[in-house]
């Protein structure tokens, strides 16, 4: 089985819909794909309504977390979407993402930067607004080659000339607000140092005795050293230990599939929810 466990749509900052998604993952050869788009679950019916045969949809979430003042991100998965305190506390995050991007285009234009609202709404195309869209704007207007390279502290990396802050969830409350939901809690890339402070280990040891299920390992922003580290913490922990692409579409150049979860950690996530059951496909539109 191929199983990839990490991946955003239309519905937040990808540019795949949720149904060229699924179609695009089940032509990649993958098994199971997981939609986890930041902060928010309005991509499932789209995605359930495309669901190939043969290919199994993980439903889930990226939830936007801040602990220690380092901003970090919890995979959340196979979670009752309609729970109403976790449902209340991802509309808090996703109600502050339109004035911090406005914030941060008004950064901008003080830099000498000409981008405006109007291109990066354009650019979310309706979508949970964030960091890579205003990114995009930068690499439309030639600021920036790339997207990462807009994710430095010259620009909108973590403390960087045009950050803003947003509401963030302190992961031992995601943790606490994912499991009454019935889901799996991962800690998506938590070694991905290039996008600013990482969370320390002994952090991370709390978090996994407030419930957290484990963390994803082989990931594109960690290097050999860095995912052999993290497998032994895992290890001591007893977390689970997943892979998993990060697939963005065309604003990334990870593949999907790039990296794989093993299936019977996969086996174990499924055992462990109770909130919502993984989708076979049926042949969808």
């Given at each position: 089985?191929?199983?990839?466990?990490?991946?955003?749509?239309?519905?937040?900052?990808?540019?795949?819909?949720?149904?060229?998604?699924?179609?695009?993952?089940?032509?990649?050869?993958?098994?199971?794909?997981?939609?986890?788009?930041?902060?928010?679950?309005?991509?499932?019916?789209?995605?359930?309504?495309?669901?190939?045969?043969?290919?199994?949809?993980v439903?889930?979430?990226?939830?936007?977390?801040?602990?220690?003042?380092?901003?970090?991100?919890?995979?959340?998965?196979?979670?009752?979407?309609?729970?109403?305190?976790?449902?209340?506390?991802?509309?808090?995050?996703?109600?502050?993402?339109?004035?911090?991007?406005?914030?941060?285009?008004?950064?901008?234009?003080?830099?000498?930067?000409?981008?405006?609202?109007?291109?990066?709404?354009?650019?979310?195309?309706?979508?949970?607004?964030?960091?890579?869209?205003?990114?995009?704007?930068l690499?439309?207007?030639?600021?920036?080659?790339?997207v990462?390279?807009?994710?430095t502290?010259?620009?909108?990396?973590?403390?960087?000339?045009?950050?803003?802050?947003?509401?963030?969830?302190?992961?031992?409350?995601?943790?606490?607000?994912?499991?009454?939901?019935?889901?799996?809690?991962?800690?998506?890339?938590?070694?991905?140092?290039?996008?600013?402070?990482?969370?320390?280990?002994?952090?991370?040891?709390?978090?996994?005795e407030?419930?957290?299920?484990?963390?994803?390992?082989?990931h594109m922003?960690?290097?050999?050293?860095?995912?052999?580290?993290?497998?032994?913490?895992?290890?001591?922990?007893?977390?689970?230990?997943?892979?998993?692409?990060d697939?963005?579409?065309?604003?990334?150049?990870?593949?999907?599939?790039?990296?794989?979860?093993?299936?019977?950690?996969?086996?174990?996530?499924?055992?462990?929810?109770?909130?919502?059951?993984?989708?076979?496909?049926?042949?969808?539109?």
């Amino acid at each position: 089985m191929r199983i990839d466990l990490h991946c955003h749509s239309t519905a937040s900052d990808g540019t795949d819909t949720p149904a060229e998604l699924v179609r695009n993952a089940a032509a990649a050869g993958l098994d199971v794909v997981a939609l986890t788009d930041h902060d928010t679950t309005r991509g499932y019916g789209e995605a359930i309504a495309a669901l190939p045969a043969g290919l199994t949809l993980v439903t889930g979430a990226e939830l936007s977390c801040r602990v220690d003042g380092i901003s970090m991100h919890m995979l959340a998965y196979l979670f009752d979407p309609e729970d109403p305190a976790l449902l209340a506390e991802r509309e808090l995050v996703r109600d502050d993402r339109v004035p911090r991007a406005k914030g941060m285009v008004a950064k901008l234009n003080a830099l000498g930067v000409p981008v405006t609202w109007e291109q990066v709404e354009r650019i979310a195309a309706g979508g949970s607004v964030g960091r890579p869209h205003v990114a995009t704007a930068l690499v439309e207007l030639g600021v920036v080659p790339t997207v990462g390279d807009a994710f430095t502290e010259e620009w909108l990396a973590d403390g960087g000339r045009a950050f803003v802050e947003k509401h963030e969830t302190d992961p031992f409350e995601a943790i606490r607000l994912v499991k009454a939901a019935g889901g799996v809690c991962m800690f998506a890339h938590p070694a991905a140092s290039k996008r600013g402070r990482t969370v320390p280990d002994s952090r991370i040891a709390e978090m996994a005795e407030a419930g957290l299920d484990g963390i994803e390992v082989d990931h594109m922003d960690h290097d050999l050293d860095a995912r052999a580290r993290l497998r032994g913490l895992a290890k001591e922990l007893g977390l689970l230990v997943t892979g998993s692409s990060d697939y963005h579409g065309s604003r990334k150049t990870v593949a999907l599939g790039a990296y794989t979860t093993d299936p019977e950690v996969y086996g174990e996530i499924t055992r462990r929810a109770t909130g919502a059951f993984p989708v076979p496909g049926t042949g969808g539109a």
